[in-house]
């Protein structure tokens, strides 16, 4: 007899997954019953569970607070949330209940904090991390905000950024963006992104330090694969400390190292990772090259934004059909579109936790998963640890109607997707909902967000 899909997961859902559980071969997530979900506002639909945004935030300060008091670190830590992973206000005053601050990429971005700022979710206190590449529109968002006393840092990208804020009017800090070099693989060796690393130290000498104004407070460092540990990583950090060692000898003010972000999240129900001892590493790295040097401890400010949105998101698809192709290729039809609901899928081969949401007792066979658009490249047909994917077998009764989810989907895809806008092949844009919950109860509450996109919406669009 074959496996049902439950004897199929059961084992890691139990080792590793404690977010999951199976009640009357239904699954839950995080206690909420997810066909109780699909019931009330059916699939297509996108979910975000807030509280792990919250939960998120507080691991990554607890991983870095438990890291400076082993290494007797003397520096203090930061947590920067950046808008672009998820600029939705519900997620943004989520992110802020949890005193964080901000970084942004864009000018639209400053709109967000002025209206933040407004309803009081944030103060002047809060820093604002201003990274990018910066079109006029957004330096002179930022030169507003300073002169109006907000706790702006603008992150210059490049050397000339600077006579962009000779309009400001009194004493403002300024931090500097290394670009480092990409993996080896890459199709190019320097990120396009940042000052050229030879050229931060006399850029600083001619250019910051002559103006009486300018406080050069921040080095920022980051990498396009985010934190990961291996040679390429620890690496570009050993280079950014002795860029930072270099500048701090002969800029005193200079006393912030900005690590960017890139904490993974689970991309896979078999993901395992040390985030305790990632942190004490990075912390330990930077604590000696300072140490070696007599210099003191930077404070230390990270920019997290997959690690804290993109758990609290998932997508919900039901089965409309099957279809056997050839004698090895049976293909499941959901009802909407990876391509427009989970672009990344398509265009980064990035792979979701995928689970059922019922008939956990049914047996189970290999499926491919294709999107309702014409496209070819519209399908998911593997996990990230698996070259195959398992559902349950379909049912011939139309009640019985297959449901699945992917699941830490909660970062860029709503952007990337195009909110309200045009989809590939007019597929609609589904129904969204926010979960909440208060602290540790287990009853939650569900908010319709959106409703799935309409026609009328569609054809305002196109003119007609």
Same mark, same amino acid.
């Given at each position: 007899?074959?496996?049902?899909?439950?004897?199929?997961?059961?084992?890691?859902?139990?080792?590793? &997954?404690?977010?999951?559980? /199976?009640?009357?071969?239904?699954?839950?997530?995080?206690?909420?019953?997810?066909?109780?979900?699909?019931?009330?506002?059916?699939?297509?639909?996108?979910?975000?569970?807030?509280?792990?945004?919250?939960?998120?935030?507080?691991?990554?300060?607890?991983?870095?607070?438990?890291?400076?008091?082993?290494?007797?670190?003397?520096?203090?830590?930061?947590?920067?949330?950046?808008?672009?992973?998820?600029?939705?206000?519900?997620?943004?005053?989520?992110?802020?209940?949890?005193?964080?601050?901000?970084?942004?990429?864009?000018? *639209?971005?400053?709109?967000?904090?002025?209206?933040?700022?407004?309803?009081?979710?944030?103060?002047?206190?809060?820093?604002?991390?201003?990274?990018? %590449?910066?079109?006029?529109?957004?330096?002179?968002? !930022?030169?507003?905000?300073?002169?109006?006393?907000?706790?702006?840092?603008?992150?210059?990208?490049?050397?000339?950024?600077?006579?962009?804020?000779?309009?400001?009017?009194?004493?403002?800090? /300024?931090?500097?963006?290394?670009?480092?070099?990409?993996?080896?693989?890459?199709?190019?060796?320097?990120?396009?992104?940042? /000052?050229?690393?030879?050229?931060?130290?006399? *850029?600083?000498?001619?250019?910051?330090?002559?103006?009486?104004?300018?406080?050069?407070?921040?080095? $920022?460092? *980051?990498?396009?694969?985010?934190?990961?540990?291996?040679?390429?990583?620890?690496?570009?950090?050993?280079?950014?400390?002795?860029?930072?060692?270099?500048?701090?000898? !002969?800029?005193?003010?200079?006393?912030?190292?900005?690590?960017? +972000?890139?904490?993974?999240?689970?991309?896979?129900?078999?993901?395992? #990772?040390?985030?305790?001892?990632?942190?004490?590493?990075? /912390?330990?790295?930077?604590?000696?090259?300072?140490?070696?040097?007599?210099?003191?401890?930077?404070?230390?400010?990270?920019?997290?934004?997959?690690?804290?949105?993109?758990?609290?998101?998932?997508?919900?698809?039901?089965?409309?059909?099957?279809?056997?192709?050839?004698?090895?290729?049976?293909?499941?039809?959901?009802?909407?579109?990876?391509?427009?609901?989970?672009?990344?899928? #398509?265009? !980064?081969?990035?792979?979701?936790?995928?689970?059922?949401? &019922? $008939?956990?007792?049914?047996?189970? $066979?290999?499926? %491919?998963?294709?999107?309702?658009?014409?496209?070819?490249?519209?399908?998911?047909?593997?996990?990230?640890? &698996?070259?195959?994917? %398992? =559902?349950?077998?379909?049912?011939?009764?139309?009640?019985?109607? =297959?449901?699945?989810?992917?699941?830490?989907?909660?970062?860029?895809?709503?952007?990337?997707?195009?909110?309200? +806008?045009?989809?590939?092949?007019?597929?609609?844009?589904?129904? $969204?909902?926010? !979960?909440?919950?208060?602290?540790?109860?287990?009853?939650?509450?569900?908010?319709?967000?959106?409703?799935?996109?309409?026609?009328?919406?569609?054809?305002?669009?196109?003119?007609?």
């Amino acid at each position: 007899m074959q496996s049902t899909y439950h004897e199929l997961h059961q084992e890691i859902l139990e080792e590793n &997954n404690p977010e999951f559980e /199976v009640i009357d071969n239904e699954l839950h997530f995080c206690k909420i019953p997810l066909m109780d979900i699909i019931k009330q506002y059916g699939t297509p639909l996108r979910i975000t569970y807030l509280p792990s945004i919250s939960k998120q935030i507080q691991r990554a300060k607890t991983f870095f607070k438990v890291a400076i008091a082993r290494q007797n670190y003397k520096g203090s830590y930061t947590y920067c949330y950046c808008t672009k992973s998820s600029h939705f206000s519900f997620v943004m005053e989520e992110a802020l209940k949890n005193d964080i601050h901000i970084e942004t990429s864009s000018a *639209f971005d400053l709109h967000i904090i002025k209206n933040l700022y407004q309803s009081k979710k944030l103060t002047k206190d809060t820093f604002i991390i201003s990274n990018g %590449f910066k079109r006029p529109a957004y330096t002179q968002g !930022i030169v507003k905000l300073i002169n109006e006393g907000f706790n702006v840092i603008p992150v210059l990208d490049d050397i000339h950024e600077l006579k962009a804020y000779e309009k400001i009017k009194k004493p403002f800090n /300024v931090g500097i963006r290394i670009a480092t070099e990409e993996q080896p693989n890459f199709d190019f060796y320097t990120s396009r992104l940042g /000052v050229n690393p030879n050229k931060i130290v006399d *850029f600083y000498k001619e250019k910051i330090k002559p103006n009486k104004l300018i406080k050069l407070k921040m080095l $920022h460092f *980051f990498i396009n694969t985010g934190v990961q540990d291996n040679d390429y990583y620890w690496n570009e950090l050993s280079k950014c400390l002795q860029i930072y060692v270099q500048l701090k000898k !002969i800029c005193p003010e200079l006393d912030s190292l900005n690590i960017g +972000g890139g904490f993974p999240i689970k991309s896979s129900l078999q993901f395992e #990772w040390d985030y305790d001892y990632t942190a004490e590493g990075i /912390v330990e790295t930077i604590k000696k090259a300072c140490d070696e040097e007599d210099i003191d401890h930077p404070n230390l400010f990270t920019e997290f934004g997959t690690f804290t949105v993109g758990e609290s998101g998932m997508m919900l698809y039901s089965i409309l059909n099957q279809k056997q192709q050839n004698d090895r290729e049976l293909w499941y039809m959901i009802n909407n579109s990876f391509m427009t609901t989970l672009p990344d899928v #398509w265009a !980064i081969d990035q792979r979701y936790p995928m689970l059922a949401i &019922n $008939h956990w007792d049914k047996e189970c $066979h290999r499926v %491919f998963l294709g999107g309702l658009t014409c496209d070819s490249e519209d399908f998911y047909n593997a996990e990230k640890h &698996n070259n195959k994917i %398992f =559902l349950p077998k379909l049912q011939v009764k139309e009640k019985d109607q =297959l449901h699945i989810g992917f699941f830490y989907t909660g970062a860029y895809q709503e952007s990337l997707s195009g909110v309200g +806008g045009l989809k590939h092949c007019l597929i609609p844009a589904p129904k $969204h909902i926010i !979960i909440s919950k208060e602290d540790d109860e287990e009853d939650y509450t569900t908010k319709l967000f959106s409703k799935e996109q309409s026609a009328k919406s569609m054809m305002k669009i196109l003119g007609y």
